[in-house]
């Protein structure tokens, strides 16, 4: 009984092994408070936990990797406010704030978030103000005072109630990004191509799977392929059909 067990507890230690030494090279690497290891917000300190959606891809800077391209360009552009609608805890909302000058204001209907307490770690809480879940009136009042806003959007198959050049007008002179969720209402991406297609140029960016190459962590020689490991600190979770659009507004 004592042999069975030995050799129970000596093959589980070892097919365990791997897990556990991926996990302690990301937690020492990452640090404690993390920063944000690589992407468009890298060194940003980062809270301890994500509101609905995934915690490592965040930190690790790989967290929707296909629009870093797309935030680089943005950043050297002449906006004037970013507008985050679908915040969360304030990963780009806070990044944002680190990365420009730009006012910020973010919305997130959740009251659990923890975007101030990530705010004030990044000593950029006097830079956003933070309201609760958005509507018409409040998206155009954040607006209108602005010449050329930046949106974030990201609510959830929310978009075609919200973005409506029709009852908010100065929606065509904005720059958005908007993750359209096709799964949760059919057809929303395409609805807003027809309603932006006279003011804005618009670009759709899709999703990819990660690739053991898109880890940014240095790794030591290991006896094993760490590739599955890693890869799981990358899912984003999402829906097969997820993707971007980001509009600009056309002279």
């Given at each position: 009984?004592?042999?069975?067990?030995?050799?129970?507890?000596?093959?589980?230690?070892?097919?365990?092994?791997p897990t556990r030494r991926v996990?302690?090279?990301?937690?020492?690497?990452?640090?404690?408070?993390?920063?944000?290891?690589?992407?468009?917000?890298?060194?940003?300190?980062?809270?301890?936990?994500?509101?609905?959606?995934?915690?490592?891809?965040?930190?690790?800077?790989?967290?929707?990797?296909?629009?870093?391209?797309?935030?680089?360009?943005?950043?050297?552009?002449?906006?004037?406010?970013?507008?985050?609608?679908?915040?969360?805890?304030?990963?780009?909302?806070?990044?944002?704030?680190?990365?420009?000058?730009?006012?910020?204001?973010?919305?997130?209907?959740?009251?659990?978030?923890?975007?101030?307490?990530?705010?004030?770690?990044?000593?950029?809480?006097?830079?956003?103000?933070?309201?609760?879940?958005?509507?018409?009136?409040?998206?155009?009042?954040?607006?209108?005072?602005?010449?050329?806003?930046?949106?974030?959007?990201?609510?959830?198959?929310?978009?075609?109630?919200?973005?409506?050049?029709?009852?908010?007008?100065?929606?065509?002179?904005?720059?958005?990004?908007?993750?359209?969720?096709?799964?949760?209402?059919?057809?929303?991406?395409q609805r807003l191509i027809e309603?932006?297609?006279?003011?804005?140029?618009?670009?759709?960016?899709?999703?990819?799977?990660?690739?053991?190459?898109?880890?940014?962590?240095?790794?030591?020689?290991?006896?094993?392929?760490?590739?599955?490991?890693?890869?799981?600190?990358?899912?984003?979770?999402?829906?097969?059909?997820?993707?971007?659009?980001?509009?600009?507004?056309?002279?």
């Amino acid at each position: 009984m004592m042999r069975k067990m030995k050799r129970w507890m000596v093959r589980h230690l070892l097919r365990d092994w791997p897990t556990r030494r991926v996990n302690d090279i990301v937690r020492l690497t990452l640090g404690n408070p993390a920063r944000t290891y690589s992407g468009p917000f890298k060194g940003m300190r980062y809270v301890d936990r994500s509101i609905g959606s995934t915690y490592y891809p965040k930190i690790l800077g790989t967290y929707e990797l296909e629009l870093t391209p797309v935030w680089e360009e943005l950043f050297s552009g002449n906006h004037d406010i970013f507008i985050d609608v679908g915040a969360a805890e304030g990963y780009f909302a806070v990044g944002v704030a680190l990365r420009t000058s730009w006012p910020v204001i973010a919305f997130e209907a959740d009251p659990r978030t923890p975007l101030p307490e990530l705010a004030a770690l990044n000593e950029v809480e006097d830079r956003i103000r933070l309201y609760p879940a958005c509507d018409l009136r409040s998206l155009a009042e954040a607006i209108d005072d602005h010449t050329h806003p930046l949106l974030l959007v990201d609510i959830e198959g929310s978009e075609l109630l919200l973005l409506d050049p029709h009852y908010i007008p100065s929606l065509r002179r904005a720059t958005l990004i908007v993750e359209i969720h096709d799964c949760f209402l059919p057809g929303t991406g395409q609805r807003l191509i027809e309603r932006f297609q006279p003011t804005h140029a618009i670009e759709r960016v899709d999703t990819h799977k990660r690739t053991p190459s898109d880890f940014p962590l240095p790794l030591p020689s290991l006896p094993f392929d760490p590739s599955q490991y890693t890869l799981s600190y990358m899912d984003e979770q999402r829906q097969a059909d997820t993707y971007w659009l980001i509009l600009r507004p056309t002279p």
